[in-house]
């Protein structure tokens, strides 16, 4: 059974920073795709970030130079790393693995108050 769990989220005022961790299982991790994505309230979710299994990474144009995806395969773990945080940043967060994504986290809540 795959399992991807978020955790991380949380209130943050803009400015400031926070990092989101998503642990998989159940999945080859190594050799899957992960990003993560946002849904904000009354919009449709979208892509924030990738990483290839060799690490490439690319970036939604409203992120780019403020979030970092890294991935730790022997822990089988991703991340995001959010500084520089603005309220239209707020959303829920959802990790997927494999491309187009077929699994998904539950999410996990980021605010950013103003």
């Known amino acids: 059974q795959v399992q991807l769990v978020e955790s991380g989220g949380g209130l943050v005022q803009a400015g400031g920073s926070l990092r989101l961790s998503c642990a998989a299982s159940?999945?080859?991790?190594?050799?899957?795709?992960v990003a993560w994505h946002r849904q904000a309230p009354g919009k449709q979710r979208e892509l924030v970030a990738h990483?290839?299994?060799?690490?490439?990474?690319n970036y939604a144009d409203s992120v780019e130079g403020r979030f970092t995806i890294s991935r730790d395969n022997g822990k089988n773990t991703m991340y995001l790393q959010m500084n520089s945080l603005k309220p239209e940043d707020t959303a829920v967060y959802y990790c997927?693995?494999?491309?187009?994504?077929?699994?998904w986290g539950q999410g996990t809540q980021v605010t950013v108050s103003s």
């Open positions: 990483i290839t299994p060799l690490g490439s990474t």
């Open positions: 159940g999945i080859v991790f190594t050799l899957k795709r």
């Open positions: 997927s693995a494999d491309w187009p994504p077929r699994y």
